[in-house]
């Protein structure tokens, strides 16, 4: 099976950088997507990792390491708009479909 | 975004009720999703249709039937649901093209609350 974690919440103050973790485990890794989701709405696609490295995105990155089992989504300069819920999803080259499992997700709470 | 459509938008529904979720997907995608959100859970995957074929059935309940009419389409039938099926229920679509992994796409939701 696959397990994903992630912290529940996170607190961070505008202007300043947020990095929110996510460990998983999977056999036939094939991917690791990020969603942003406001509260009430869809989640939208941030980012997708399936080699090593950091991959840059304006004020947001992410960043891989297969070996260990671990991504990170880097938040910078951040906005009050950013106040959202982070999901950290994993896809097995097992799957049929394209599916995805997702972790719990990391709320992200911007103050002034 | 108007890509993935859902409806209706918020549904109340008596447990001996029957009623049908709608997705509608306009960005010419060969896969449809249907997951379930409950508060304070990861989103769970219920069903997944390929090319209109069902691939997966995460052991979810028959009180939910899926149907996938054409590749734009994608239905859940509810009948007899329980109290503990109010939840957001997420539609989402992507494309399958040669094994690479392309980004799901996710509509609004539907906000059910069964009574």
């Known amino acids: 099976g696959q397990n994903i974690d992630q912290p529940t919440e996170m607190t961070a103050t505008e202007g300043a950088i947020v990095q929110i973790n996510c460990t998983y485990q999977?056999?036939?890794?094939?991917?690791l997507f990020w969603y942003q989701q406001h509260a009430g709405e869809a989640p939208t696609f941030l980012s997708y990792n399936v080699l090593d490295g950091l991959e840059e995105k304006g004020r947001f990155s992410s960043f891989l390491s297969r070996s260990k089992g671990y991504s990170y989504l880097l938040l910078k300069e951040l906005q009050m708009k950013d106040s959202a819920s982070y999901l950290c999803?994993?896809?097995?080259?097992?799957?049929?479909?394209?599916?995805?499992?997702f972790g719990g997700g990391t709320r992200v709470l911007v103050k002034p | 975004e108007t890509g993935v459509t859902q409806t209706p938008r918020h549904l109340v529904m008596g447990m001996t009720n029957k009623k049908s979720l709608k997705c509608e997907q306009h960005?010419?995608?060969?896969?449809m999703y249907w997951y379930k959100q409950s508060a304070k859970k990861p989103l769970e995957l219920m069903f997944v249709?390929?090319?209109?074929?069902?691939?997966e059935n995460n052991s979810v309940p028959s009180r939910f039937s899926p149907e996938c009419p054409n590749s734009s389409h994608l239905f859940l039938h509810l009948h007899t649901l329980q109290p503990e099926d109010s939840a957001l229920y997420l539609c989402a679509s992507s494309q399958l093209a040669g094994g690479r992994s392309y980004e799901q796409y996710f509509g609004p939701g539907t906000r059910l609350t069964v009574t």
């Open positions: 999977t056999s036939g890794f094939n991917g």
């Open positions: 960005l010419g995608h060969n896969a």
């Open positions: 999803a994993v896809r097995s080259i097992e799957a049929a479909g394209n599916k995805l499992t």
């Open positions: 249709y390929s090319l209109e074929e069902r691939v």
